[in-house]
């Protein structure tokens, strides 16, 4: 037996899965990247999920802690994993790319190309089931093209553009108004109250006003910014591609799945993505084929399935 | 007699001037404004100026302190400031904008344009010798199209996209590597290096690569990053302009003077500069312009020439 954990920003997911492909037991907790949890946050967080994972469950049947994780990780995070996951009974915790997992969560294959447009963007090329070559994750400030901060950061602009009568009126301009707390008003204090409120938050808060971008999608203003956001989410998706290197393209990330795929269809050409393209699932589904493969289990097509079918189950049974 | 000051960011100059024009003291210290020197420094900074440029000179002559500063100032500013003037036995402090006096340091005229680009971008007409509408100033994340921080970030996203291969190569990344102490080296983890190095510092500091975009004009990935600062700006510009409003355009700011109108003709060309171009010189000779206004008194050519040339001559024979 294993257990696969997936280990986010927001939340952390863990089942305990047996080498014929079985789910014995699923935890959820808060977000587990020590990034953005800090380091006693993520280790709590994740020892949580495990926890509740094995809970009845023989822990001695546990040959290892397979976690896909993003990021930097310190030697505090690692030490202090250890002992918690230790202290459980369970070990060796081994990483693994939370990339590789999220390509995974769509696909059992061994080669093809993962990209995700979440706050920020990134792609991966994957041949011979591990990342052969990733490109972006720079961060808002130096990367990040086409990503949700990237369109939020150009909806803010534009607004801004547009109430000191320099860009174009936008249908953009309400509804960023209206996200933020702010009435418009002829006075033009809309503007100055806009922008003290936007530098007292952090940068990568723009994000939320992606979504806005989407909904606007209409609009001249908007649209120009989702467009070339798809041209510069095509361009990362480019720069991973090997020629002869076939297989799917897992999509992932709330610009791309909600955003881009659930809208215009000419905004979804400029992606343009090849023919066989599948939505990321749950990233914890990845983890668990990674955490098989490790022991030299082939995970198929059936097997891929059997395991997100279960997954999907018991997240659906959990909905509120 | 009056005193006039100009406030900056890392300078402040004040003058005691007579209503004929006449200078008769000068004082010169560190950065003025409260909100980059904080409120005590900004106040400890404008008296030590002041201090200077009335030593010897018979205080109860001075009708007002008339300064010239940026930005937001707040009550407890103006109370320190006050408290500080008033012990030197001066006073009243009269208010006015810097973005004017940067606009009379260049010109006595009542009607025309200023525009800087500095670190920021800020534009504004100036009828009847007030600011009329001015635009822009928005800040590094919010606005600024055309700044050095505009200018300065693209080169580090362009060199950034560069080193990871997504980019085209480019004349910057051995500029931008130097700058930062940072080799380049085929293992690749300039990047790397690099992007903990800039999220390191304060985002605004990217405007220190400003300088770097125009010592690579022939490059063509800076030649593109500064042909569209150069439309960003003359969109500011062609935003205050106003039909039949003529007078000079003065331009201010280190990416406008030291950059643009000394880099190549095409990209001068691009900023759609009208004829009669003037450049700002120190705003102090505006802060001076200023308060001999206030007086009723009006500053001519002559007057404004007589001015200009006091403080020339002064600033010239204090450089080392």
Redesign the interface.
Known sequence: MFIAVDAGGTSTRAVAISTAGDVFGYGRSGGGNPTSAGVPGAVAAIGSAVEAAVAGLPTGEVEAVVLAMAGERSDAFFAQLAERIGGLGLGPVVMQPDLLAMFHSGTHRLEGYGMVAGTGSIAARVRDGALHRV??G??W???DAGSGFWIG?RV??AV??AL???GPTTALTPLVLEAVGIADDPAGSA?RRL?ST??ARR?VQ?AEFAPLAFAAAEDPVARAILSEAADALA??LT?VREPGLDGPVVLGGSVLVRGFLAGPAELRDRLQLPPEVVTASDGVVGAAVLALRDTGIVVDQDLFDRIRHQLADIVKDRAP
Do not use: E, I, M, N
Request: aromatic share 4%; glycine share 16%.
């Open positions: 490109v972006g720079k961060g400030l130096l990367g950061h803010a602009r801004v553009s000191d009568g320099q503007v922008v936007l530098y940068p723009l361009d990362l720069t």
